[in-house]
Structures are given as structure tokens and as C-alpha cells.
Nanobody
Framework: QVQLVESGGGLVQPGGSLRLSCAASGSIFSIYAIAWYRQAPGKPREFVASINIGGNTNYTHSVEGRFTISRDNNKNTVNLQMNSLKPEDTAVYYC????????WGQGTQVTVSS
């Protein structure tokens, strides 16, 4: 059964960049659409971006123009390139099946601070 594992988080200054990776066991095409979510302390988990097997993407308004979601089919990964990071982007980032979420993993911490 396909599982997803997040990596790539870290501490960056405002305006900096990070590239997150969502690694899939088995075929990435076993999941129709994969999405990134984030959860800040004391706040609910929120949708960030998604991509389906046709390459169609969606973004929450607050990250449009700054974040880019993409797939690498050969490596079975979905990536999230995050540029021009802001303190409000600070959160734990998770990837999951957009339409049929499975159990949430550990996520990867992104901290944007000066």
C-alpha cells in the first residue's frame, strides 16, 4: 500500500526558500491527487497546494506566486518549492491523498524567522 513521507523542512529567514519532498512507496499514480497541508501551533490544519496525475495544480491564495508543487514520476516524489517565505508560513507541513486522506504522518517543520 502506498505511503507518503515528508522531508526537507528547516529554519530559514524571511524571504528565503525551502524545497519540501513527499516520497511515495509504490507508484505515485496509485493516488489520483496529492496535496500539501500545513498546521501552525494552536491552529487547524490548512490546505496549501495539490497536484493530480494529469499535472493540474491548485494553490491556496496566500501562497500563489510563491510556492510551486510538482511531480517527479521517476523518483516517486511530489515536491513543494517554497520561495519568498514569510513568518506566517511557519508550520508543520504534511502531504496526503487530497480526496481520501490516510493517516497523517510526522510532517516536516518549516520555521521562518529572523
Amino acid at each position: 500500500q502506498v505511503q507518503l513521507v515528508e522531508s526537507g523542512g528547516g529554519l530559514v529567514q524571511p524571504g528565503g526558500s525551502l524545497r519540501l519532498s513527499c516520497a511515495a512507496s509504490g507508484s505515485i499514480f496509485s493516488i489520483y491527487a496529492i496535496a500539501w497541508y500545513r498546521q501552525a501551533p494552536g491552529k487547524p490544519r490548512e490546505f496549501v497546494a495539490s497536484i493530480n496525475i494529469g499535472g493540474n495544480t491548485n494553490y491556496t491564495h496566500s501562497v500563489e506566486g510563491r510556492f510551486t508543487i510538482s511531480r517527479d514520476n521517476n523518483k516517486n516524489t511530489v515536491n513543494l518549492q517554497m520561495n519568498s517565505l514569510k513568518p506566517e508560513d511557519t508550520a508543520v507541513y504534511y502531504c496526503n491523498n487530497r480526496d481520501y486522506p490516510h493517516a497523517w504522518g510526522q510532517g516536516t517543520q518549516v520555521t521562518v524567522s529572523s
